[in-house]
């Protein structure tokens, strides 16, 4: 893990009169804002029990982090879709879906903190549950993943100094500069967003056709 002030040596020059708590608290907030737009501190969480007729489980990350979204999450072998009230409205027309009860299918999540299956369990069982999640720094941490620091750095710091450069009465307040850094770090969030959405991989250019043998 990396402390928050492990950043300032990418933001403090280039940002004069700014004290170190100021710069601090700008690179905490602009941590946060990198992981919620690109997804890319991701968990797997402790495998959790279904719960005969129990119908929300926690989303409980390690750490000081919160859950941003679902990245996954499956009912044994069977891949849980993610799904709207309004679309369980529309599947379920004639039935009242929060009582149903049966294998899950679907989730959403009524808070960000909890997951709601449908229909809720029929049966008990073990490590049934497993889930996985993005996550961000909450805001009482201290500390942010080191590969926040060890492969985006630059972006990070781009995103401090734009926070900085965009703050009114203070000497380093420059709204050009703040103009032009906040696009250079929503620019890269949405690269890095991308590139977790491929799962990190380069895509093939090439067609590749199924073997029949």
Request: negative net charge; hydrophobic residues 40%.
């Amino acid at each position: 893990m990396k402390t928050y002030s492990t950043f300032l040596d990418y933001v403090m020059p280039y940002a004069p009169g700014a004290t170190v708590a100021m710069a601090t608290l700008e690179l905490k907030n602009t941590c946060i804002e990198f992981c919620e737009k690109t997804l890319f501190l991701q968990q797997d969480l402790d495998p959790q029990p279904l719960i005969v007729n129990a119908p929300e489980y926690e989303l409980d990350p390690d750490g000081d982090y919160k859950v941003v979204d679902v990245i996954e999450a499956w009912s044994g072998d069977q891949f849980l879709i993610p799904k709207s009230l309004e679309e369980l409205t529309r599947i379920y027309r004639v039935t009242n879906w929060q009582d149903l009860v049966g294998n899950p299918y679907y989730f959403y999540r009524p808070t960000p903190d909890i997951l709601r299956l449908v229909p809720m369990p029929q049966l008990t069982q073990q490590n049934y549950l497993k889930i996985r999640v993005a996550v961000a720094p909450t805001r009482a941490s201290t500390t942010v993943d080191d590969s926040v620091f060890e492969r985006w750095l630059e972006q990070v710091a781009y995103g401090a100094r734009a926070r900085l450069y965009d703050t009114v009465n203070q000497p380093y307040y420059d709204p050009k500069a703040a103009a032009i850094y906040t696009k250079r770090f929503n620019d890269a969030c949405a690269d890095i967003r991308r590139r977790v959405n491929m799962g990190n991989v380069r895509a093939s250019s090439k067609v590749e056709f199924q073997r029949w043998v």
